[in-house]
C-alpha cells in the first residue's frame, strides 16, 4: 500500500478519516492521482470507502484527471459491495464528462446502482441521473422512467428524492441544493 493510502487507514466506516486531506493534496499535486486510484482496488474497506470519497471530492475541481478510468470506474461500481464506495462512485460519476458511448455505459451502471440495497447509494444514483438527465435531453425520457420505478419504494428518503428529481425532470424545477457538490 502506497503512503497516500496509508492515510486513509484505520478507524471505522463512519468517519471519513483523512480522506478530505488527501483529495486536497491530490488537488494541490494532480501527480498523485494514480497513487489515490490504487485505493479502489484494495481489499481494506476503509481504503476503498475513503479512496472513494477522495475521488469523488477530486472530481469537482479535476474531471479532467479521470479520462482513460471510465472503464475502471464502471468496474468498481458493478463489483464492489461497499456502500460507502459505491454512493461515492455514483456522486462522481455526475462530475465527468464523457464520449457518447462511455454516457450510455455511466447511466446504465447508474441503473444497475438503483437496485443496490442501500438507501444511501439509491438516492445519490437519482441525483446523478436526475443531472445526467439534465445535461442530454436525449436521455430524459429513460431516466425519468428509471427514476419512476422507485416511486413506491420502502424507503421514505428513496421516495422523496424520487419526488425531488421529477420535479426537476418533469416540472423544471431546479436541481435540489446539495445535489451537485461542483462549485460554480
Not at 22 to 51: C, I, K, S, Y
Not at 63 to 84: C, Q, R, S, V, W
Amino acid at each position: 500500500m502506497n503512503e497516500l493510502l496509508e492515510l486513509l487507514k484505520g478507524g471505522d466506516l463512519r468517519s471519513d478519516g483523512h480522506a478530505d486531506e488527501v483529495a486536497e493534496d491530490v488537488m494541490q499535486n494532480p501527480d498523485l492521482f494514480d497513487l489515490l486510484f490504487e485505493g479502489l482496488e484494495e481489499n481494506d474497506d476503509l481504503v476503498r470507502g475513503r479512496t472513494a470519497h477522495a475521488l469523488e471530492k477530486v472530481s469537482r475541481i479535476h474531471p479532467e484527471l479521470f479520462n482513460g478510468y471510465t472503464n475502471k470506474l464502471i468496474e468498481f461500481a458493478k463489483n464492489d459491495h461497499l456502500p460507502f464506495t459505491l454512493w461515492h462512485l455514483a456522486m462522481l460519476f455526475a462530475n465527468l464528462d464523457y464520449s457518447e458511448s462511455e454516457k450510455k455505459i455511466i447511466i446504465s451502471t447508474l441503473f444497475h446502482l438503483l437496485e443496490d440495497k442501500s438507501t444511501f447509494v439509491k438516492t445519490w444514483s437519482i441525483s446523478s441521473l436526475t443531472i445526467l438527465a439534465m445535461e442530454n435531453p436525449d436521455e430524459k425520457e429513460e431516466i425519468t422512467s428509471k427514476i419512476k420505478l422507485l416511486e413506491e419504494s420502502k424507503s421514505a428518503a428513496v421516495r422523496n428524492r424520487v419526488s425531488k428529481a421529477l420535479n426537476v425532470l418533469e416540472k423544471g424545477e431546479p436541481l435540489p441544493k446539495g445535489w451537485s457538490k461542483i462549485e460554480n
